[in-house]
């Protein structure tokens, strides 16, 4: 089983600021990774596949990327709404995994 | 619109079993794998299994693996995973996730989840 690992487990960042999130599988990947975002209550969303390609719904200030084993979420000018649970999921091999989440939080 | 609709999350004693449901919309449900990710409360999501479109191929995580099938009916189109033997650390949120493609990689659509609760 590949294991995810996102680091830190928690960021604190200030509204406009910009911050970066990590994820880094046990083994290669490729660049067989997605990002999702989660707000309480609500059901995840997904935001980047293959490791790079930002969805539609979600404006340019959010970027993946990374290929192999070490992947980073980026995220400039940091607004309300982005506050939120992020994770990665590899689907490289089975079982899927996802990583353990980092929460943004507002400083 | 792509709705899924998952149903039958309730309270089951240990030893139990459980049949969970999804209800698929707005797709061609036969053209998509499909996948059942959990959350149990306060914590991260875990992939529980994942089937592809024709039904024909499907995978478990190792921890139900052996005590869950995963199914679909796709002139219903409609998911279903069965939960035998279950465990209190089986307590979560189910959701019900859209894979991408035929064979399945990410989920770009996810239901709002069945809570499924495993106590005496």
């Known amino acids: 089983e590949i294991v995810m690992t996102q680091s830190p487990a928690t960021l604190s960042v200030s509204p406009g600021e910009r911050t970066t999130l990590s994820c880094r599988a046990s083994q290669s990947v490729s660049n067989n990774l997605a990002w999702y975002q989660q707000k309480p209550g609500q059901a995840p969303r997904l935001l980047i596949l293959g490791a790079s390609t930002r969805v539609i719904d979600f404006p340019a200030r959010f970027s993946g990327s990374g290929s192999g084993t070490e992947f980073t979420l980026t995220i400039s000018n940091l607004q309300s709404e982005d506050f939120a649970v992020y994770y990665c999921q590899q689907y490289d091999n089975w079982p899927r995994t996802f990583g353990q989440g980092t929460k943004v939080e507002i400083k | 619109e792509v709705r899924l609709l998952e149903s039958g999350g309730v309270l089951v004693q240990p030893g139990g079993s459980l049949r969970l449901s999804c209800a698929a919309s707005g797709f061609t449900f036969f053209t998509h794998a499909m996948t059942w990710v959990r959350q149990a409360p306060g914590r991260g999501l875990e992939w529980v299994s994942s089937i592809s479109g024709s039904g024909g191929s499907t995978n478990y995580a190792d921890s139900v693996k052996g005590r869950f099938t995963i199914s679909r009916d796709n002139s219903k189109n409609t998911l279903h995973l069965q939960m035998n033997n279950l465990r209190a650390e089986d307590t979560a949120l189910y959701y019900c996730?859209?894979?991408?493609?035929?064979?399945?990689?990410?989920?770009?659509?996810w239901g709002q989840g069945t809570l499924v609760t495993v106590s005496s």
């Open positions: 996730a859209r894979d991408d493609s035929y064979s399945g990689n990410w989920y770009d659509y």
